[in-house]
């Protein structure tokens, strides 16, 4: 490669934050690194994401533990990507749920997932000798689902494909609290490898509809009050339009993906240049981006093989 993917270099362990965001809801986050949610029923506990491994996995636990004697029953998983599920051992649940899609796409490309994101990301997967192998879910749904902790409602859904097509959305009606998945970032830029332009911003106002008291987006700072849950949805909603309408423009006239890549950046690196992970996701995005501007309407399987190959193709 001409050069390291901008995750391989970085290294730098992130703060962990552990914030309370209604009353048995807690949000963890670090810095831009994915983030797990917390949901506290009346004799046990849900996790929402389980962490790219066991140790990452613990971390979470640990915060759990000062909250919270309750047992952990339940592990959500919003979709399939290795970053946020290959950790579900270290919970010892009882249930591991996901979306019917989000576990078919774990067949079709949960290896490829998992080899390619080891190789972009190497610090999120340090103790990756303790994964025991693909994370496969005890329950899956369609389209809606509610799971009850005693007398804590649950509701899992399915509200549009957006980051991947399997994505999923956990929301607490009692407090009115959602956490999105990948679907909302904040300050944090969106990973679209295996998104769809054309679907999300939909899905995003699907979510918006809800009039919610508080989200925990996939990555960057809970966000309390419906101000701060409308700007991260408009914030993500201009990120993903910013990366696909240049991408179209540049499809239109039948041009590369280099030339895509260029334009791309150019809309992009003056109003998003300092969100986390930007540099990690731009290429990735930019490649599906111009793909489904030229028709392709189910995202590549991405390998370690075919990263390094768009990499230097973007690199000239």
């Known amino acids: ?40 029923g009346d004799d046990s506990v849900m996790i929402v ?51 019917d899609k989000a576990r078919g796409m774990v067949v079709e490309r949960g290896q490829e997932d998992w080899d390619s994101e080891f190789q972009r990301f190497p610090r999120l997967f340090e103790g990756h000798e303790s994964i025991p192998g693909l994370t496969w879910p005890t329950t899956t749904f369609t389209d809606r689902m509610t799971v009850y902790l005693g007398n804590r409602r649950v509701d899992l859904m399915h509200l549009g494909r957006g980051h991947t097509a399997g994505d999923i959305v956990v929301h607490v009606p009692d407090e009115n609290v ?6 909302v970032e904040y300050h944090s830029a969106c990973y679209c490898g295996d998104g769809h ?31 701060m849950v409308n700007k991260a949805i408009d914030l993500t909603r201009d990120f993903l339009e910013s990366t696909y309408r240049p991408a179209v423009q540049v499809a239109a006239r039948g041009g590369t993906l280099k030339e895509a890549w260029d334009a791309i950046r150019a809309e ?28 392709i309407e189910t995202p590549r399987i991405w390998t370690a093989q075919r990263d390094i190959e768009m990499w230097e193709a973007l690199q000239g």
């Open 1 to 40: 490669m001409a050069k390291a993917f901008a995750s391989q270099g970085d290294m730098s362990e992130k703060q962990i934050s552990f914030t309370e965001i209604g009353k048995g809801l807690w949000a963890f986050t670090a810095e831009g690194d994915p983030n797990s949610g917390v949901i506290i």
């Open 197 to 227: 332009f054309a679907d999300w911003p939909q899905t995003l106002e699907n979510i918006r509809s809800a009039d919610l008291a508080a989200i925990a987006p996939g990555r960057g700072d809970a966000l309390m009050g419906s101000e």
């Open 178 to 183: 959602m956490f999105t998945g990948d679907l």
């Open 49 to 99: 994401e389980a962490q790219a491994t066991p140790r990452l996995a613990n971390k979470v636990i640990e915060k759990v533990r000062e909250v919270t004697d309750k047992p952990i029953t339940h592990v959500v998983l919003t979709h399939y990507h290795a970053v946020r599920v290959l950790g579900a051992s270290a919970f010892g649940a009882q249930q591991i749920v996901m979306s």
């Open 268 to 295: 992009c690196d003056p109003k998003f240049a300092d969100y986390a992970i930007y540099e990690h996701c731009l290429p990735f995005n930019a490649a599906r981006a111009f793909d489904e501007a030229r028709g």
